[in-house]
């Protein structure tokens, strides 16, 4: 069983930057792909970035350039750098994490943290 806790959500505005940070923990498991997703209100969740055990990343086309994710995998943490942050970035940012690499590409993650809130104003 893994649990994951997000954290460095805030409120900031247009043009800023932002870094999110989540670290996974619990005993008998092995984290071998992490990720970052969003959910605006009434929105569907979407993916932003992923990342593998080792370091292989996928972007969502419309954040690549702008967020940047990154991961320890000895310390099962992965964090998400945000520039150039825009209204429409505003929503719940969670972070997954999954036992398999292959869940990059599946987007089936087995684990959820609760979600930190990001706010970008105009």
């Known amino acids: 069983q893994v649990q994951l806790v997000e954290s460095g959500g805030g409120l900031v505005q247009a043009g800023g930057s932002l870094r999110l940070s989540c670290r996974a923990s619990?005993?008998?498991?092995?984290?071998?792909?992490m990720a970052w997703y969003r959910q605006a209100p009434g929105q569907q969740r979407e993916p932003v970035a992923h990342?593998?055990?080792?370091?292989?990343?996928k972007y969502t086309d419309s954040m690549k350039g702008r967020f940047t994710i990154s991961s320890d995998n000895a310390k099962n943490t992965v964090a998400l750098q945000m520039t150039s942050l825009k209204p429409e970035d505003t929503a719940v940012y969670y972070c997954?994490?999954?036992?398999?690499?292959?869940?990059?590409?599946?987007?089936?993650?087995?684990?959820w943290g609760q979600g930190t809130q990001v706010t970008v104003s105009s």
């Open positions: 990342i593998t055990s080792e370091g292989i990343t």
């Open positions: 997954a994490a999954d036992s398999s690499r292959l869940t990059l590409y599946t987007g089936h993650y087995d684990y």
């Open positions: 619990g005993s008998g498991f092995s984290i071998n792909a």
